[in-house]
């Protein structure tokens, strides 16, 4: 992932940008693959690409305990601050926040589940980087442990191709605006998104940023032969939100599940 992605002014905007995802609902979906492939007994995760925290605090609100990694410092600070100031203390243990980069990351644990939500995934852009994040997927995971993650679906990506889009956000005296484009290189699977996001308070503008985003696209077999490479096996792959829904063209989204061997 370039240094360059996630930035202050990015990181500020992040939550507001995504005040609609249901992330509660997303975290009912892991619980689920939890029951239907971990046999009740996940009780450690670690969420690399834990972003701003959006799954690993209300993990940990259900009485998981929660590692956090990324590789933005000003996400995790955001992460970190969330803990701080919920309304509600979390119990204890309190997820922990770690800088680090997934390619290379050791901490010399073992958690019963490893999560990449978000498209987290396809951050890793060479053949090499996606082996290595997932070897560390591996590493990180006890005998029978999960790996669950989302990813773009090549298949729909071809078929519908990104396209223009502004999203608008309401705040308190204004709002964020946020227009996308994207582009395609097919060769290398990869979907360069560029971002440009506007901050106004009422009329007046006070902050804008542009970021370029490179995202990989997989397609399944390939995912298959990746998670075979760094000894995972593929358990499931299906519509994300959907566990009994299979994937097809008009699905951008799709859920990864998979186990150590």
Known sequence: MSD?????????????????????????????????????????ILDLGCGTGNHAIPLARRGYKVTGVDFSSEMLARASSKVHSCSQPLPEPQPVFLQGDMRSLDLDNEFDAVLMMFAVLGYQLTNDDVLAALCTVRNHLTSGGLFICDVWYGPAVLAIRPSDRVKIVPIDNGKVIRAASGKLDTYHHLAEIHYHIWRLNGQQLVNESQESHQIRYFFPQELGLFLSCAKLQLLGLCAFGDLERAPNEGTWNVLVIGSTK
């Open 4 to 44: 360059s992605v996630f930035g202050k002014e990015y990181a500020d905007a992040y939550d507001l940008l995504y005040t609609g995802k249901d992330y509660n609902a997303e975290c009912d979906m892991i619980e689920e693959v939890f029951k239907r492939y971990g046999d009740g007994f996940i009780k450690s």
